[in-house]
């Protein structure tokens, strides 16, 4: 079996423990080397980088220098938010194939190995589960006032009384609009068929054949917000989505309805949605995702009583870095064995 060299880069968010799932591929004729991002430390790096990442791109993104200095004789990089910018790519000459151990591909430079030829693979559903979890359980929570009630209970105040218990209805009886149908939003949809919600569902780039197999409805945009008790946005952020969710969006909800962001800030026009809340032209929101994380102090969410906040913790499971690795194994696994198949066929 001919060898072939892998660097794989670990960071705050996959460590080298989860990384060394890894060695398995040592049967598949690799040589594994390990590095650690030097400019990543903990979780909070990790996020930090995807935001500069998403915001800017990949051209502002800092390069890691222990990758460039070790990555000259390597054929697979493998990483988890570390740069593979055009300064890495020089250096590379070897190269073969890069491997992402996250869904977006924002930190590699996709069109130059696109030009080179040079596939790239990614772990789409690495974190689909933990976040649908996420976006269906903010839906309870604002249906059942979980977060409003616990709040007042720690202040010492026992309130029997929510404004939207006058509208509110129960799961079953709720419809909810999902914008973007693609890891996430598909599986929240799966999800809610257990609570028997209707499920609208927006996504012009997945065939109507292909999401109502699963038992839910396509609609225009339009419906979807003027319809729907909860409308839960799951698109990637990009130059096309951006402020997907602004001011004539939100007038278009129902005034009872709530709004869930588990995907990013950058999506929704947050003045908007800040007037949106104070004005009460929706029922409430519940968001993961912010503009500046930490969220700063002072925030006009803050002061808000139709908002429930988390702190970016949607994607958070002790399982999503380990399934990162499995199915970057898993599609390297296949790589060298259609790549070993190749060379045969060759000889
Ligand atoms: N909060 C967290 O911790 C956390 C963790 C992981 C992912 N995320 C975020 O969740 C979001 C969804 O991730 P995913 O893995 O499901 O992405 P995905 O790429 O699998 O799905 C995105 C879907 O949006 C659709 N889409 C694109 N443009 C559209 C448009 N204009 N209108 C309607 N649909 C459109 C695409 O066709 C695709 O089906 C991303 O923003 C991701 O960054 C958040
Ligand atoms: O925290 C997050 O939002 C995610 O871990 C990360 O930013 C995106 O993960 P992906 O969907 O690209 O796997």
């Known amino acids: 079996m001919k060898e072939i060299k892998i660097l794989c880069v670990y960071d705050g968010y996959i460590t080298k423990d989860i990384m060394s799932g890894m060695k398995e591929l040592e049967k598949f004729g690799a040589h594994i080397t390990m590095i650690n991002d030097d400019q990543i430390k903990n979780v909070g790096d990790v996020t930090n980088r995807m935001l500069l990442l998403e915001q800017k791109g990949i051209a502002e993104a800092p390069t890691c220098r222990t ?189 009872t309805a709530y709004f869930i962001n588990t995907a990013r800030a950058g999506l929704v026009d947050t003045e908007a949605l800040t007037d949106a809340l104070k004005n009460r032209e929706i029922g409430g929101a519940a968001i993961d995702v912010f503009d500046q994380e930490p969220l700063p102090k002072g925030h006009p969410y803050l002061n808000l009583e139709n908002v429930t906040l988390t702190s970016h913790l949607a994607g958070t499971s002790s399982d999503t870095p380990v399934v990162s690795v499995e199915i970057g194994v898993q599609k390297l696994k296949d790589y060298l064995t259609r790549m070993a198949e190749e060379d045969n066929e060759e000889d």
């Open 67 to 255: 990758l460039l200095e070790n990555c000259s004789d390597k054929e697979i990089l493998v990483v988890h938010c570390t740069s593979v910018n055009k300064e890495i790519l020089e250096a590379c000459s070897k190269l073969q194939a890069v491997v992402v151990l996250r869904g977006g591909i924002e930190n590699v430079d996709s069109s130059e190995l696109a030009k080179r030829q040079i596939p790239l693979m990614n772990a789409s559903l690495r974190s689909a589960d933990a976040v649908s979890d996420a976006a269906v359980g903010m839906m309870i929570a604002e249906n059942k006032n979980i977060a409003r009630s616990h709040h007042y209970m720690k202040e010492g105040r026992w309130v029997k009384s929510y404004i939207n218990q006058r509208y509110i209805r129960n799961m079953n009886k709720c419809t909810v609009g999902l914008i973007g149908y693609g890891a996430i939003g598909s599986r929240v949809a799966k999800k809610l068929k257990g609570f028997e919600s209707q499920i609208l569902v927006y996504d012009p780039f997945v065939s109507k054949e292909q999401i109502e197999k699963d038992g839910v409805k396509v609609v225009e945009l339009d419906q979807l917000l003027e319809t729907s008790d909860f409308v839960s946005v799951h698109l990637r952020l990009s130059d096309k989505t951006k402020k997907f969710m602004g001011k004539r969006e939100f007038a278009q909800m129902k005034k």
